[in-house]
Structure formats: structure tokens, C-alpha cells
């Protein structure tokens, strides 16, 4: 530990408590002072070149893959959740600070006024406002935004500024409106549920939350319970240890006002310890706020079906290569076989010269490659919306995998890697389920797969004082840069995400009779 430090008593015994050692507070300090490398684009994956389009007799097949897995209890569903919905009520929140100004209203507050009747929580609403005698009709008609806001917002109404994601009214229904988290339990009944009836799905909250979150299963669960489905539901919270020491804008520890070191949430890519203790199977892994009503939910859980199938189907195959790597010589025309289906199949590259030694040192080579954790990418054609793109990377075109990599990992300064960057034909939704048993049916331990020299800085603020925070690598993006990674072409009907409130109003998110 170096000098400039300087750290108390006080600190040692917060690091202690968090579970952070010295050692990785120097770590993390260095890689402020020293920054992180961006990442070096080879080039765009596209159909055919790091990109699987299934055709309806693949998916087919491959759904009956799954579906005799799925029996077998394989599958379990991983949803990040944790955080409230802040974000999503930004310019709600804003238009609260703002002085009003001659009737003229905040932005976008006419659409939400007009529009109103049309949300999951509309009903919540208006009890709200009938419980205290008041017509929610005559403030909208009034154009009384102050008080509604305060309703959908405050801690005397719904609450929601608070609330986490998984806990809000996304879709209404003839029969009542669902939170994210009751959509969630319904479409893990459609491709996790096994022979049983037992959904294994698991929820990542916030401690704060955590009481909410128990009641909510509680009043719900039971509704989605008939046709044989048992919901095995578990959670976890976003572990202390994995939080990062924020920093000055010279690199020298971040504290409050009264002295304390202030540590910060790594991002989700901090969730690669909540997944590994999960010593699951095969995982699905999708975000809290991407979700479809009944409705159009077809489409979703015919690839989510698919790619899980594909994963079986891959792994498949890997186990079988891999037992017999293992201990006895392979003739080199098993071998060459085995090197084919590891660069065509699963998108290893294979040095020269590794390939023509053949012998021990191939056998070496693709035992190494092919036993690690595995995982299907949906990919999805890039339509404008944000997301993490599918690229090949690494140093040159003999040493490059794929990988999902975000806008702020790429050095945009580079004409070549910009112009690499704006010609992804697909984007990333979260789409995913990972195979992280071995060949030995043992779970791997996911923590050695990632790169962790990867994540990204950002500058925030502390009560008006700017700083650096540190991301951990994303839990798609770095967590996950050493595993075996497949992408597959999937509708963007599978993709409907829930950024901000208005988001709701989308076609998607409506009910569609």
C-alpha cells in the first residue's frame, strides 16, 4: 500500500466490514491512474461471420432439445434486479423541481396527462386519489400535473421514484395488471419449467427492497401456479466486496464530508458472484425490464427455446471431444475433426502453428478452449436502439474472439474503429443462457473467465463534488470475455425494453386486443 493513501483506522474497518481487501483498493486505484484499454475491434460480426441464423427446421430440432433438458430440470432463470426505477422517472422527477411557468407544461407532461388511462397503474392511481375524495379525471382535466406526479412518485402514493423495476405495473390484462415481476414468473413457466413443475427462477435485489419483494411473491405467486407449475424463487443481494473505491479527479481517494472513503456499486457486471454461487446448470439470463405481454409472448419463448437448445446441442458435442482429450492421444484425423468443429462451430481461432504441430500440442490447445463455461447470445438487428454490439476482437486476426462490447469501451477517436463500430448490423438485448457446468458435471468457477482489465471510468458527482467511479467488466461484456460465445439471430419483437415510463406506451406494452 502505498503512502498517498493515507488510510485510518476508520477506513481499514469499513474495507473490513465490506470485504474489501487493501491489496485491491491499490488495484483499483492503479487502474485509475493508469486507465483502461479500449478494446481492439477486428471487425463487425455479421451473418455467417460470427452470427448464426436459425432456419425453422434448426429451431424446430433444437426446441426439441430443449424441451426433453428442460424435463430433466436443467434450466433455471437468472433476472437482474436490483435498483429502483429512478432513471425511468427522470423527466417526471424534473418537471416536479421545475417553477411553473404561465400553465405551459413541462416536457412531455401533456403526453403523460393524455395518455394516462393507458398505463398498468392507472387504476392504483385513481384509488389513490379516491381515498382521499379527490377525481384523479378532473385533475387531468384540469391539467393538475403537480399532484399526479406526486402520486405516481412520492412515498404517500404509489411510490414508484423508489420502487425497483420488478415491482411496478407493466401490463394490463381483463383480469388486472402485472408487475415485471409476475411477467417474469410467466414466461419462466414457458422454458425453465421441468417434468416436476418445478421454475427455478432467481431474482438479484437490493436489501432495501427486499421486504417488497418477499411480500409481492407472496400476493402473487399462487395466481401463476395452476397447470402443474411450482415456482422455486430465490434472491440475492449485489455483494458489498464487489463494490469499487471512488476517486478524485487526481486519483487520490474520494471522501465525504466527514472523512468516510466512499465505495460505489460496480455496475452489473458485479452479478458474475451472485451467478456463480448459484452452482446452477444452464441459465438463462434476462433483464428485469424486458418483457411483452401474453400476447406476444410466442415469439420470444420460441427462441428462447431455440438458443437453449443450440447450447445443449454445442455443449453436447464439447463434452463428448473433451472426454476423449482428456487422458489418451487422438489420432490427428480426430483431431483435425475436433479443431474443424472448434472454429466453425464455436468461433475459436486457432493459431498456424499451433494447428500444423498437431500432436500433444493441439490436444493441449483445443482441451484448453473447449472446456470452459459456454454461452448463446441473442443478437438482434440494430435498429437505433442502445445496446452492446457483436464484434471480433483481440490483437490481430489470428488472436480475436467474439465479443459483446459497449460504445464506451471503443476508442471512437479512431476513424478505423469507428468506422468499425457504426457498421454492427446487430445489437445485444440481454439475451443469453449459459452453460457453466463442465464435462465432469462440475461448475465451473466463473470468476477465472473474465478479463479483468476490461470495465470503464466514469466521472459522477458526491453532494456537488465531482469524482471517478470504476465499473466492474460487464457481467455480458468482461465477465464473460472468456467463455466459449456463440451469436444467434433472434426477432427484435424479442426485444422490448423499459427505459423510461413512456416506454409503456409502446404498441408492444399495450394490450393488444
Request: aromatic share 8%; charged share 25%.
Amino acid at each position: 500500500m502505498t503512502d498517498a493513501l493515507r488510510l485510518t483506522e476508520a477506513d481499514r474497518q469499513l474495507m473490513s466490514e465490506k470485504g474489501i481487501t487493501e491489496a485491491e483498493v491499490q488495484r483499483q486505484i492503479s487502474i485509475f491512474r493508469n486507465g483502461i484499454p479500449p478494446a481492439k475491434l477486428q471487425k463487425s460480426c455479421i451473418i455467417g461471420d460470427g452470427i448464426v441464423r436459425l432456419d425453422d427446421a434448426d429451431i424446430d430440432r433444437l426446441t426439441d432439445v430443449h424441451q426433453q433438458a428442460a424435463e430433466d430440470g436443467r434450466f433455471m432463470k437468472f433476472v437482474p434486479a436490483s435498483g429502483a426505477a429512478t432513471r425511468m422517472f427522470k423527466l417526471l422527477l424534473a418537471a416536479l423541481e421545475q417553477p411553473e411557468t404561465n400553465g405551459q407544461l413541462p416536457e412531455k407532461i401533456d403526453t403523460l396527462l393524455a395518455e394516462l388511462p393507458r398505463f398498468a397503474f392507472y387504476p392504483d392511481l385513481k384509488k389513490h386519489f379516491e381515498s382521499s375524495g379527490q377525481s384523479l379525471d378532473a385533475l387531468i382535466a384540469d391539467k393538475q400535473y403537480r399532484p399526479i406526479l406526486q402520486a405516481i412518485l412520492g412515498t404517500d402514493g404509489l411510490d414508484y421514484a423508489r420502487l425497483p423495476k420488478a415491482m411496478l405495473k407493466f401490463h394490463r390484462y381483463p383480469t388486472g395488471s402485472r408487475t415485471a415481476l409476475e411477467e417474469h414468473l410467466m414466461e419462466a413457466t414457458a422454458y425453465v419449467r421441468q417434468a416436476s413443475g418445478d421454475a427455478t427462477i432467481h431474482f438479484t435485489i437490493s436489501p432495501e427492497h427486499e421486504a417488497g419483494f418477499l411480500s409481492l411473491i407472496q400476493a402473487t405467486r399462487q395466481q401463476y401456479e395452476a397447470d402443474n407449475t411450482q415456482f422455486k424463487i430465490s434472491h440475492s443481494f449485489q455483494k458489498p466486496q464487489t463494490d469499487t473505491i471512488a476517486v478524485n479527479m487526481d486519483n487520490t481517494p474520494f471522501r465525504d464530508r466527514s472523512g468516510k472513503l466512499i465505495f460505489r456499486p460496480a455496475g452489473h457486471g458485479a452479478l458474475l458472484d451472485n451467478l456463480n454461487d448459484l452452482q446452477g446448470d444452464i441459465i438463462f439470463v434476462k433483464n428485469i425490464d424486458n418483457l411483452v405481454p401474453d400476447e406476444l409472448r410466442e415469439t420470444t419463448i420460441r427462441y428462447k427455446k431455440a438458443i437453449g437448445g443450440y447450447l445443449i446441442e454445442l455443449q453436447s458435442a464439447c463434452f463428448q471431444y473433451l472426454s476423449e482429450l482428456e487422458n489418451n492421444s487422438v489420432a490427428a484425423t480426430r483431431l483435425s475433426e475436433i479443431a474443424d468443429f472448434a472454429e466453425q462451430k464455436l468461433n475459436v481461432r486457432i493459431p498456424a502453428n499451433t494447428r500444423n504441430a498437431g500432436g500433444d500440442t493441439l490436444q493441449a490447445f483445443l482441451f484448453q478452449q473447449l472446456n470452459r463455461p459456454i454461452r448463446i447470445c441473442g443478437m438482434v438487428k440494430n435498429e437505433g436502439e442502445p445496446g452492446g454490439g457483436p464484434f471480433w476482437v483481440g490483437d490481430d486476426p489470428e488472436n480475436m474472439s467474439l465479443q459483446i462490447v459497449e460504445t464506451s469501451q471503443i476508442d471512437t477517436a479512431d476513424p478505423a474503429q469507428k468506422a468499425i463500430l457504426t457498421s454492427a448490423t446487430h445489437f445485444n438485448p440481454v439475451d443469453l443462457v449459459c452453460g457453466v457446468r463442465d464435462f465432469r458435471g462440475n461448475c465451473f468457477d466463473l470468476l477465472k473467465f473474465r478479463d479483468p482489465d476490461s470495465g470503464f471510468i466514469s466521472h459522477k458527482s458526491y453532494n456537488g463534488k465531482d469524482l471517478k467511479a470504476l465499473e466492474l467488466p460487464g457481467l455480458w461484456n468482461g465477465a464473460m470475455a472468456n467463455w466459449i460465445t456463440i451469436f444467434v439471430e433472434v426477432p427484435i419483437i424479442t426485444f422490448n425494453p423499459v427505459k423510461t415510463v413512456f416506454d409503456l406506451l409502446r404498441k408492444e406494452h399495450q394490450p393488444q386486443t
